[in-house]
């Protein structure tokens, strides 16, 4: 079957209705594909960073990672938010298998920045997908927290959608992007238009003018580099409508989807 990556947000996390949940695990026991979730945990991070008094800032929307910000990202990704994740699809059906990119080095990591600017911030070199296929063949849906290891086992703290598409690209599968949006937004003399497809040129663009920015910087330049690296297909959907998630793999259009090609549609 073919295997899609679904890269859940972590403005959305607390929104998710119980039939997203529902869908993935359909999905699952229907065999119309392996699903994969990877997710973030932005809010909460900054939530519990807040408690603990603890600066954050971000650059081109990576969060600087000290060693402190490092111990609080894991704790809630890897801890609350992962398991969480793990009871809702158990709660619908399904077998969740909660882990991160620590467990059995899955997320092998360098620092992405070698100057130290951005602390303990990784990018994933490798994806040891030995264990993911293990858990996929045993009927398991992998919940992966984007924590990566070092080879001298410093963790690291990966950006979630930089981690999705690194594991789409190393499993061979489709990478969808789960938001609170239907997609990439532009406003257009003061209407809304969503972008139902964007190439690789268009999205330079957007970003050098603004239109992309913060957090939906990562999630592009993901979606571009997973369809460099071999990803079938990748697309950015609104979670709050889980039949957009069916719609989207029967083939229908919705959400944005990113291509590397040189056709625009709106």
Same mark, same amino acid.
Not at 19 to 31: A, E
Not at 205 to 215: C, K, L, P, Q, R
Not at 236 to 265: A, C, Q, R, W
């Given at each position: 079957?073919?295997?899609?990556?679904?890269?859940?947000?972590?403005?959305?996390?607390?929104?998710?209705?119980?039939?997203?949940?529902?869908?993935?695990?359909?999905?699952?026991?229907?065999?119309?594909?392996? #699903?994969?979730?990877?997710?973030?945990?932005? #809010?909460?991070?900054?939530?519990?960073?807040?408690?603990?008094?603890?600066?954050?800032?971000?650059?081109?929307?990576?969060?600087?990672?000290?060693?402190?910000?490092?111990?609080?990202?894991?704790?809630?990704?890897?801890?609350?938010?992962?398991? =969480?994740? @793990?009871?809702?699809?158990?709660?619908?059906?399904?077998?969740?298998?909660?882990?991160?990119?620590?467990?059995?080095?899955?997320?092998?990591?360098?620092?992405?920045? #070698?100057?130290?600017?951005?602390?303990?911030?990784?990018?994933?070199?490798?994806?040891? @997908?030995?264990?993911?296929?293990?858990?996929?063949?045993?009927?398991?849906?992998?919940?992966?927290? #984007?924590?990566?290891?070092?080879?001298?086992?410093?963790?690291?703290?990966?950006?979630?959608?930089?981690?999705?598409?690194?594991?789409?690209?190393?499993?061979?599968?489709?990478?969808?992007?789960?938001?609170?949006?239907?997609? !990439?937004?532009?406003?257009?003399? =003061?209407?809304?238009?969503?972008?139902?497809?964007?190439?690789?040129?268009?999205?330079?663009?957007?970003? =050098?003018?603004?239109?992309?920015?913060?957090?939906?910087?990562?999630?592009?330049?993901?979606?571009?580099?997973?369809?460099?690296?071999?990803?079938?297909?990748?697309?950015?959907?609104?979670?709050?409508?889980?039949?957009?998630?069916?719609?989207?793999?029967?083939?229908?259009?919705?959400?944005?989807?990113?291509?590397?090609?040189?056709?625009?549609? !709106?």
């Amino acid at each position: 079957m073919d295997k899609v990556i679904f890269k859940i947000g972590g403005s959305i996390l607390d929104e998710l209705p119980a039939d997203f949940y529902q869908t993935i695990v359909f999905l699952k026991k229907s065999k119309q594909c392996d #699903p994969v979730i990877v997710h973030g945990g932005g #809010p909460a991070i900054n939530k519990e960073l807040s408690k603990s008094q603890v600066k954050s800032v971000f650059h081109d929307g990576l969060r600087v990672t000290t060693k402190e910000v490092l111990r609080i990202a894991e704790m809630v990704m890897s801890g609350s938010i992962n398991k =969480e994740i @793990v009871k809702q699809v158990v709660q619908a059906g399904g077998v969740g298998f909660g882990l991160s990119g620590v467990d059995g080095s899955i997320l092998k990591t360098v620092p992405y920045d #070698p100057s130290g600017k951005l602390g303990f911030v990784g990018e994933v070199e490798e994806v040891e @997908v030995g264990w993911l296929q293990l858990l996929i063949e045993n009927g398991a849906i992998p919940v992966i927290s #984007p924590i990566g290891i070092g080879e001298d086992g410093q963790h690291y703290n990966v950006n979630g959608d930089v981690a999705a598409a690194r594991v789409a690209a190393a499993l061979g599968g489709t990478l969808v992007f789960i938001s609170d949006i239907p997609g !990439v937004l532009e406003t257009k003399d =003061e209407n809304e238009t969503l972008h139902s497809s964007l190439t690789n040129h268009e999205i330079t663009t957007m970003i =050098e003018s603004g239109v992309i920015y913060g957090g939906m910087i990562p999630k592009v330049k993901s979606a571009i580099e997973a369809l460099k690296a071999g990803v079938k297909e990748t697309a950015i959907i609104n979670g709050l409508n889980p039949t957009d998630i069916t719609d989207f793999l029967s083939g229908k259009e919705v959400g944005t989807k990113i291509t590397m090609g040189e056709v625009y549609h !709106v």
